[in-house]
Each structure stands twice: as structure tokens, then as C-alpha cells.
T-cell receptor, first 114, second 114 residues
Framework: KAGVTQTPRYLIKTRGQQVTLSCSPI?????VSWYQQTPGQGLQFLFE???????NKGNFPGRFSGRQFSNSRSEMNVSTLELGDSALYLC?????????????FGPGTRLTVT | SQQGEEDPQALSIQEGENATMNCSYK?????LQWYRQNSGRGLVHLIL?????REKHSGRLRVTLDTSKKSSSLLITASRAADTASYFC??????????????FGKGTHLIIQP
């Protein structure tokens, strides 16, 4: 099976712009989660989608949003970018939305905001 | 906020030695998972241990879980240079319904000296 893929792998944006990141889960996985990783805060949960519905959201401002399509592919959007949004954004897929299944991570999208 | 806290933050050992990392957490959990991350890439799932399990093995990995002390340990035996990576524990709290996402610790950076 192909693994989780994320596009683009690297991105440089300017403050105030918006960005959309894409994630394709492993075939058959219907749950997709997004995480932000920074040196200071570590790995933090952004949100999780299952069957096109957002099931849970972490403690991030409304500038961070996402969606899931009927084929389970997911996108996350960050509007009005700030310098602090520079991070590695990781997508993970799993069979079920509950936390008691292992998650399979993509390689991440490294976003740099200048 | 971080649920899990790994200890030590960094560990350097000689190839062939065993490496032990510890993780402590604060709230009740349904399962605890260990992940490995190589140099800013995506995370790789290593092992999942459920709250009703005390010990689990996978190849050179041994994980223990003590729910009374809210702690877990990861032992890597006969370490190899390729084991050099950051290791994270992550806790899943949903008992089977409702996803909270995984809560990660800040990780242990393991360096295997050849």
C-alpha cells in the first residue's frame, strides 16, 4: 500500500498570505489528523476528520481550518499567516477516528513564513 | 499542553548497548504509543500498548506500561546507528468513541555512537 502523501513538501510564504496543504491518506483509511510541530511547542494536535466531518479540534485559532473530501483526502488552510506559523505540518491517517489505533504519518510539509 | 513527558531529553550511547527511554503522563489513558522521527521527517509508529497491558515486545523493542504510576518505558536492545532518531510517546484518551487526537511528549533525542 502506498503511504500517506503530503503536498507540497516545502513552502515559503509571506506574512498575511494564506496557504493550503494537502494530504492523501493510506487507501482504506478514513480518519485524517493534522499536527503542527515546532521546536518550542513540539507536536500539537490541530484537528481530525472522519467521513468528511471534523470530529475534534485542538487549541488553535480560527485561522487554521480544514476539510475532508469524499475520497478521504484532506486539506488544511491557514489564513493571514504569521511568523509563528512556521512549522512542520504533519498529516496522519488511521483506520478509525478513536485514538486507540496507530496513526500513519506523512513526511510533512515544511512551511516557512517570512 | 503536553500530556507525555519523555526522559531523558537526550541520550547518547555506544552501538550495541541498550537504550531506555521513559515517558510520564498526567491523565487516564486508553493506550500509549511510541513513535520515531528521523531528522525532521514524518513519524513512524513503533508500538501501541493498551491500558490493560503491562508489557509488549516488537523485535528489538520492549515497552512497559504502569498505569498506577502513569509511566511507560521503551527499551531498544542491541542499538544500531540507524536507531539514531527522536522518540516520542503519545497518549490516546478516547475509550472507543470521540477522538481527541494523540497527545505527544517533547521527545527523547537518541544518538548511537558507532
Amino acid at each position: 500500500k502506498a503511504g500517506v502523501t503530503q503536498t507540497p513538501r516545502y513552502l515559503i510564504k509571506t506574512r498575511g498570505q494564506q496557504v493550503t496543504l494537502s494530504c492523501s491518506p493510506i487507501s482504506g483509511h478514513r480518519s485524517v489528523s493534522w499536527y503542527q510541530q515546532t521546536p518550542g511547542q513540539g507536536l500539537q494536535f490541530l484537528f481530525e476528520y472522519f467521513s468528511e466531518t471534523q470530529r475534534n479540534k485542538g487549541n488553535f485559532p480560527g485561522r487554521f481550518s480544514g476539510r475532508q473530501f469524499s475520497n478521504s483526502r484532506s486539506e488544511m488552510n491557514v489564513s493571514t499567516l504569521e511568523l509563528g506559523d512556521s512549522a512542520l505540518y504533519l498529516c496522519a491517517s488511521s483506520l478509525a477516528p478513536e485514538g486507540n489505533y496507530e496513526q500513519y504519518f506523512g513526511p510533512g510539509t515544511r512551511l516557512t513564513v517570512t | 499542553s503536553q500530556q507525555g513527558e519523555e526522559d531523558p531529553q537526550a541520550l547518547s550511547i555506544q552501538e550495541g548497548e541498550n537504550a531506555t527511554m521513559n515517558c510520564s503522563y498526567k491523565t487516564s489513558i486508553n493506550n500509549l504509543q511510541w513513535y520515531r522521527q528521523n531528522s525532521g521527517r514524518g513519524l513512524v509508529h513503533l508500538i501501541l500498548i493498551r491500558s490493560n497491558e503491562r508489557e509488549k515486545h516488537s523485535g528489538r523493542l520492549r515497552v512497559t506500561l504502569d498505569t498506577s504510576k502513569k509511566s511507560s518505558s521503551l527499551l531498544i536492545t542491541a542499538s544500531r546507528a540507524a536507531d539514531t532518531a527522536s522518540y516520542f510517546c503519545a497518549t490516546g484518551t478516547s475509550p472507543g468513541g470521540g477522538a481527541d487526537g494523540l497527545t505527544f511528549g517533547k521527545g527523547t533525542h537518541l544518538i548511537i555512537q558507532p
